[in-house]
Nanobody
């Protein structure tokens, strides 16, 4: 079982930037898939960005060009750089990890069994 811990959330004004980090308890090997998800009150959890074992990346249309996912295997850490933040980006952000997820399903929450506790991002207008 992989343990995940997110950090880096906070409150920013519209147009601002934040970088989220997710530290894993075990080595993030090349066989792992990892992703960022978010959930706003009253909404379902949605995939934001994810990276598969080959390093291929998938982004939700709503964040393309603004968010960048990356990972540092030496530090067992997954990052989400968020630029040009909008009020509609306000949500609890979670990282998730699992293995063997097909690329086309990387942003589906049901494909992941390992989740962090989340970090809150609030964007004011």
């Amino acid at each position: 079982q992989v343990q995940l811990a997110e950090s880096g959330g906070g409150s920013v004004q519209s147009g601002g930037s934040l970088t989220l980090s997710c530290v894993t308890s075990t080595y993030t090997s090349s066989s792992d898939c990892m992703g960022w998800f978010r959930q706003a009150p009253g909404n379902e959890r949605e995939g934001v960005a994810a990276i598969d074992s080959d390093g291929s990346i998938s982004y939700a249309d709503s964040v393309k060009g603004r968010f960048t996912i990356s990972q540092d295997n030496a530090k067992n850490t997954l990052y989400l750089q968020m630029n040009s933040l909008k009020p509609e980006d306000t949500a609890m952000y979670y990282c998730a990890a699992d293995v063997g997820i097909p690329f086309r399903w990387l942003l589906l929450q049901k494909e992941y069994d390992n989740w962090g506790q989340g970090t809150q991002v609030t964007v004011s207008s």
